[in-house]
């Protein structure tokens, strides 16, 4: 049986008399160690899949299994890094990465050289005693992949962790994320806008449809693991990325014409 | 941009900044002084070098000091009572929807009422001592504390509840260490809102009732028109709501340390 087992997944977001139906009849399920990237329109649910599997949102029809059990609220199996951040801004940049590793109830000494280390993964040891409302958008980011990657989760779900920095920066952290998922061969659902990105990291790209979201298309990604920074000049690369684009496009101008 | 708003843009020294803020102060004492001095003016408007004096000798008999005491004793009896009140059961209502519901018919009925109002009840079941003056400024303290508490922990980014419950913490934790400090600036905006009512309430209810305090002071003087003596006492409560504020605004910049950045609004 697979780790996550998602069937039929229902959400609707109801105030008063409006409702949104921002996941519809969505199934999905996902083996241990794989890591499979999200694409989709804007607005199409992805965020919201990923609060309902993180423990977060309720949902309103379906079942998602975790290991053969219900999801019933959040917990440290699964590593959430939110789209906004969510940074503490009361807390310096070294006590938010370690925050995790605070409830875990680890010591002081241990959390706070896990948060040095991961902090200089990401690059940002320098700021370590400065604030978030001091970093930019992309460091923020960076902090909060950290954040997530320091408490050592065994299913990280990650909401467009990269969309904020600059495009160096980012193929810099995708090369790294690549290197660290070869070594502990987490399990990984990474929402993202970017096609090269997806396929570069993922094993599986799974294709939202336009809101209500669910499952347009699938597409393994059979490229040779461990991928090194060239395979995306390379043609098996090209071809995979055109079938993306393909099956992404309709969905994209169906939503574009609901915004009208 | 141009040299001239770059100056302007350019923050002020910590000194030129103290200096802008004596200028109004200092020029409505000298323009008070010259007028008692040169001019006509009613003998309840005492030259403030008499006030100066008086609230010299005062000191020195220690008479002004003992009023004081005795008035701090009932403002800070009542604040902490009050405030703590109010910030453990704002905080609370805030997270838990029932007891929300639970309490606001109440604070909404009550709240618009002046409290001093009920002193003479209050005299009459805990006799004119201090524990009725303390009463009083303790119901004056907890709404503004109480009402702040609510929104702040009702403002609290839910993100910031779910990374935490992501993590493994449990509902202690995430109060202690997420709902708190979120909730803290606004927390802190109703402590200062009560240590100014503390003050007013603790001299309305001297004034009111009392053998002893500032507030006494002030009434007895007015009474026997010693108004040298009535500036004294309004001097003192001025000075020590003064400095009361002036170590809340310290405590707050010290506890927002991260959360003040970038929040000073159009000063910049
Ligand atoms: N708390 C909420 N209340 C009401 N509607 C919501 C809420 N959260 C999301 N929605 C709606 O659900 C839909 C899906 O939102 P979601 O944030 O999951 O999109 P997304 O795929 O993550 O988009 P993006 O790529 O722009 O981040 C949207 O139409 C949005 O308006
Ligand atoms: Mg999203």
Redesign the interface.
């Known amino acids: 049986m697979a780790l996550l087992e998602v069937r039929e997944l229902d959400k609707v977001f109801r105030r008063g008399a409006r409702a949104v139906q921002a996941i519809d009849r969505f199934s999905l399920s996902v083996e241990e160690g794989e890591f499979v990237a999200i694409v989709g329109p804007s607005g199409c649910g992805k965020s919201t899949f990923l609060?309902i599997l993180?423990?977060?949102e309720p949902h309103d029809g379906g079942t998602m299994l975790l290991n053969g059990a219900p999801v019933r609220?959040?917990?440290?199996d699964?590593?959430?890094l939110?789209q906004?951040f969510?940074l503490?801004?009361?807390?310096?940049v070294i006590g938010n990465v370690a925050?995790?590793l605070e409830?875990?109830g680890k010591p002081k000494a241990e959390r706070i050289a896990a948060a040095e280390r991961y902090l200089k993964l990401v690059g940002l040891s320098a700021f370590r005693d400065a604030?978030?409302?001091?970093l930019s958008g992309g460091m923020k980011q960076r902090v909060a992949l950290a954040r997530v990657l320091a408490?050592e989760p065994r299913i990280l779900l990650m909401d467009e962790p990269f969309g904020a920095l600059d495009a160096q920066t980012r193929e810099l952290m995708q090369e790294e994320l690549n290197a660290i998922w070869q070594e502990t061969r987490n399990t990984v659902l990474f929402v993202t806008h970017d096609i090269d990105e997806a396929i570069y990291l993922a094993d599986r790209v799974v294709v939202f449809t336009a809101r209500p979201g669910r499952i347009k298309d699938e597409i393994r990604i059979g490229l040779e693991r461990p991928r090194r920074a060239d395979v995306r000049k390379s043609a098996e690369y090209m071809a995979y990325r055109n079938r993306v684009w393909d099956s992404l496009r309709a969905e994209v101008l169906k939503a574009r014409e609901e915004f009208k | 941009m141009s040299a001239a708003a770059q100056r302007r843009a350019a923050p002020l020294s910590r000194a030129r900044r103290t200096a802008l803020g004596l200028v109004l102060p200092l020029a409505a004492l000298i323009a008070w002084e010259l007028s008692a001095r040169i001019g006509e003016v009613p003998s309840y408007l005492v030259a403030p070098s008499a006030i100066f004096a008086t609230t010299w000798e005062m000191l020195a008999s220690g008479e002004l000091w003992q009023h004081t005491r005795v008035s701090l004793l009932r403002a800070l009896g009542g604040y902490a009572i009050g405030g703590a009140c109010g910030i453990a059961m704002g905080l609370l209502a805030g997270i838990a929807r029932p007891v929300e519901r639970f309490y606001d018919p109440v604070v909404s009925l009550t709240y618009p009422v002046p409290k001093i109002v009920v002193l003479p009840i209050l005299i009459a079941w805990l006799g004119a001592g201090d524990a009725s003056k303390i009463a009083v400024i303790t119901a004056a303290v907890f709404y503004p504390t109480f009402i702040n508490s609510l929104y702040g922990a009702k403002g609290v980014?839910r993100?910031?509840v779910?990374?935490?419950?992501?993590?493994?913490?449990g509902p202690l934790?995430v109060f202690a260490k997420?709902i708190l400090?979120?909730a803290?600036p606004q927390v802190l905006a109703g402590l200062r809102i009560g240590l100014a009512l503390a003050f007013i309430v603790m001299v309305a209810c001297e004034m009111q009732n009392s053998r002893s305090g500032l507030g006494h002071l002030i009434i007895t003087a007015e009474d026997s028109l010693r108004f040298d003596l009535m500036y004294a006492a309004i001097v003192a409560i001025a000075i020590i709501g003064f400095a009361g504020d002036r170590l809340l605004l310290w405590l707050r910049r010290r506890a927002?340390?991260?959360?003040a950045?970038?929040?000073e609004g159009a000063h910049g």
Request: glycine share 18%.
């Open positions: 609060h993180g423990g977060f609220g959040p917990g440290p699964r590593g959430m939110f906004e969510a503490y801004p009361w807390r310096s925050w995790g409830v875990q604030y978030p409302a001091e408490f | 980014n993100l910031y779910w990374s935490a419950r992501n993590m493994g913490a934790r997420v400090p979120a803290l927002l340390a991260g959360q950045i970038g929040k």
